[in-house]
């Protein structure tokens, strides 16, 4: 049996509760994620997708219910347990990069590690590993503002994937890039899913969740459906999750 | 409506504008208590020394006014800084650029409305308080002053409407003449463009050099005179300049290559530095120049203030002589503690005029005088006068003796003599008294009432014609006590004004900051790392121009130390002025952290 990586159990969250119009964004949310698996989330704006990312990743509580990342209940740690576990464990990709325009593209890929004050021997080997993996060596020594956005989508990538994180969360990552850069993107996180990485992307475009093994589809702050991609080729699961949103948003 | 909008405007960034408000008020209040002291009659015309106060005061206000005008301009530009993306907007939705000039205008009048207000009302306060600290350094009584003053208030509205609304002008003019799209767009462009090696270690030498050339300048005075001022004020503002832009951003640079930059978050916030310096040359070096000249101003003050009691008694041996005392006179001086008396006979004949005194009493308790053997110190040696040396008018003993008659036979010449042809001079017998207080500090309230006395009872225009050296005391003492007063003033208002610019240039980046702290949340970074990384940011920007500013002040001291403008005094309250000043400078500090951390530190739940 392969291991859970992302496991909730009825997950709440309810915002403002003490006020006269508390607004429940997440109403009982149980799903899993398997190790070496590439799940999409899907739903429209205001479903919860963005709440339940944040509880994933630690960034935010649940009202009620349990989060288990890698065996781990993290909906009791103390906010430095909190981010010594996101800079271990977790790796992010954001819509809008989130690269530090002050920082080179090796020391923005660096910075998790150093967080966890590697050795600089380790970060450099780690860097190199990483940066090759995304085909982005040549850029190291490169400001953000030098690079297009698929070239920076690459470098936080390579950030991501930098202090071998158990999971990957990705959050719309192709949402400012141009068809080309996403579909490269997309190609990258399934290769290196492929080499036994988990992968929570949130989004609300087909074609990227297209690339998914598995999608869970979110509505009102509940799951409303699931599908699976099977040994079906990629246009035909795409065309299964178009029809899957035509009748799930009605 | 236009008003209402600039209104809400205000309203919506009400903590930003705090921090410039709390600058304002400060500069606003010293300005008026300035102005209160040097405009009031009833303060200046009392006695001379108050007329001496006023020069001092009027010189103080004409330097803040200065001063201010740059501030306010700054501030002002900070201000709409940050408006500038709601402009955009209102222009995008088509607001007319005159109505966009009419909305800046109304919005800096109200700005300059209320902090002038508040600080009037603030500086009336000040005047109340510090008015009578004031009256006791220069040793006067103040019992007809009031803090509300009618021409003060006036002057100082005036003032501060002409500044507001030339600011406002010039901001409407500005902004009306950049783009809708140029403004909306605003906080995304960046400004910071990789410096080229070359010009960066060009800039780095010739920044340090000049430095070091301005510094020799001022250490060098007495080689070139007066030549040494207008150099040094060339070079170390150029230098102060050149280091910020390049010799700081090497510095920054070259830890950005060692190991240190490694470990935590060490990569970033040397990042953060390298990008800022650049960013913040211009803020800094004014910071640093104006750190200086506030410093200076409070060392300079309260050294010629310590300076008072070694030149008075220099100049003269005796503080004071009474002709003839009256038991009101005995009883006042024997209120003087710690004191050296000595009392001659001397008959005055009108006709030969001459002033004539016994040989045989200036030998047994000879008549000492004072004489400084050091410029530079200003220590000053006492002799003791042999009856010989009176015969002639310019040895410093018959100027001492001279000096201390009463000056209605000033013009008269001493003869002594002996004891039966004083007896032969046939005048009445007067007793001369003199007195030497030998703290004159302590001793100054029964001297002040003697020399009081002495001059309604001749009726002086002038009390310096009272012989002795107390009279000179006092004159210095109002001189130099003004100064230390202005100088501890315009120097909290040169902090207030250069600390709230600096914190305002640090906040008014926080919020694009905000994303990265944002960030670094998200992949780890622990509370307590990015709190050190902020202390340490922060820390920096304050600390480079403060040290420049020290450095500074301790070499121009050097101008006052030889130049002989403050003999032997120069450094006396440096050490104490500099950790007084430093502890204001940290609160600054302190605060600043803690506003800026609240804006970029995520809480523990990131809600999006």
Known sequence: MTTKIVQTEDLHKTYDKDSAKPYEALKGISLSVKEGEFVGIMGASGSGKTTLLNILATLDQPTSGSVEIDGQDVTHLTSNQMADFRSKKLGFIFQDFNLLETLTAQENIALPLSLQNAKAATIQTAVKTAASKLGIDDLLSKYPTQLSGGQKQRVAAARALVSNPSIIFGDEPTGALDSTNARELLDTLTNINQQGVSILLVTHDPFSASFCKRILFIKDGKIGDEINAGDKPRNEFYQEILEKLGTFEQ | ?608
């Not at chain 2, 921090?19 to 400060?26: A, E, K, Q, T």
């Not at chain 2, 900070?78 to 205008?105: C, P, W």
């Not at chain 2, 010989?388 to 100027?399: N, R």
């Not at chain 2, 309604?456 to 210095?476: H, I, M, P, R, W």
């Open chain 2, 1 to 608: 409506m236009l008003f209402k909008i600039s209104i809400s405007g205000i309203k919506a960034r009400w903590k930003d504008y705090l921090v410039l408000f709390s600058g304002m008020i400060i500069t606003t209040a010293i300005f008026y208590m300035f102005e209160a002291i040097s405009t009031n009659n009833k303060f200046t015309t009392s006695s001379p020394i108050g007329q001496n106060a006023k020069i001092v005061f009027i010189f103080g206000s004409i330097l803040l006014a200065i001063i201010t005008l740059v501030y306010v301009f700054y501030a002002n530009n900070f201000l709409m800084s940050m408006r500038e993306h709601d402009y955009g907007l209102f222009m995008m939705l088509g607001a007319k650029s005159g109505v966009i000039s009419k909305l800046i205008i109304i919005e800096t009048l109200a700005i300059g409305l209320i902090s002038t207000v508040v600080g009037i009302i603030i500086g009336i306060g000040f005047t109340q308080v510090l008015s009578s600290f004031l009256a006791s350094l220069i040793h006067m009584s103040l019992t007809h002053f009031s803090a509300f003053y009618m021409p003060a208030v006036i002057a100082t509205i005036v003032l501060f409407a002409i500044l507001f609304l030339i600011a406002g002008f010039l901001n409407a003019r500005t902004f009306t003449k950049t783009s809708a799209l140029q403004l909306l767009r605003s906080d995304q462009q960046s400004d910071w463009k990789q410096p080229k090696a070359l010009t960066l270690a060009t800039q780095a030498i010739a920044g340090v050099a000049l430095l070091a050339g301005g510094y020799y300048a001022m250490y060098d005075i007495q080689q070139l005179k007066v030549m040494a001022i207008p150099i040094a004020l060339v070079t170390i503002v150029l230098g102060t300049y050149f280091v910020f832009n390049s010799f700081f951003v090497m510095l920054l640079q070259a830890f950005q290559r060692s190991s240190i930059s490694h470990s935590g978050l060490n990569s970033f916030t040397l990042a953060q530095l390298k990008f800022r310096i650049r960013d913040y040359t211009k803020i800094l070096s004014v910071v640093s120049l104006l750190f200086a000249l506030a410093l200076g101003a409070i060392t300079v003050g309260t050294g010629f203030q310590r300076m008072v009691p070694k030149l008075a008694s220099g100049n003269g041996y005796y503080s004071v002589a009474i002709t003839n005392p009256n038991y009101e006179m005995h009883s006042l001086v024997g209120q003087i503690k710690d004191k050296v008396t000595v009392t001659y006979q001397q008959k005055v004949d009108p006709q030969a005029k001459r002033v004539y005194y016994r040989r045989d009493q200036l030998k047994e308790q000879p008549l000492k005088y004072a004489a400084f053997v050091s410029r530079k110190t200003l220590a000053s040696k006492t002799f003791t006068a042999k009856p010989s040396q009176f015969k002639h008018s310019d040895s410093p003993a018959y100027q001492e003796l001279w000096g201390l008659q009463k000056p209605t036979i000033k013009a008269y010449q001493i003869k002594v003599v002996g004891q039966q042809a004083f007896n032969r001079v046939n005048a009445k017998t007067n007793q001369l008294l003199m007195v030497r207080a030998n703290d004159m500090d302590a001793a100054a309230a029964p001297l002040t009432k003697i020399t009081n006395l002495q001059t309604k009872q001749y009726g002086y225009q002038n009390g310096e014609q009272v012989g002795g050296s107390f009279t000179l005391y006092q004159s210095f003492k109002s001189i130099f006590g003004s100064l230390e007063f202005m100088g501890i003033f315009l120097g909290i208002a040169f902090l207030a004004m250069l600390a709230s610019c600096l914190m305002f240039k640090i906040l008014s980046g926080a919020a694009s900051d905000k994303i990265r702290f944002d960030m670094l949340n998200k992949i780890g970074t622990r509370r307590s790392v990015l709190n050190r990384s902020i202390i340490t940011q922060i820390l920096v920007l304050f600390a480079l121009p403060g040290i420049l500013g020290i450095l500074d002040v301790a070499f121009g001291l050097q101008m006052f130390a030889k130049g002989g403008l403050l003999m032997g005094g120069a450094y006396q309250t440096f050490g104490v002025t500099t950790a007084g000043f430093l502890v204001l400078y940290l609160i600054y500090f302190i605060v600043t952290v803690l506003i800026y951390s609240r804006i970029v530190v995520p809480k523990t739940k990131v809600e999006r």
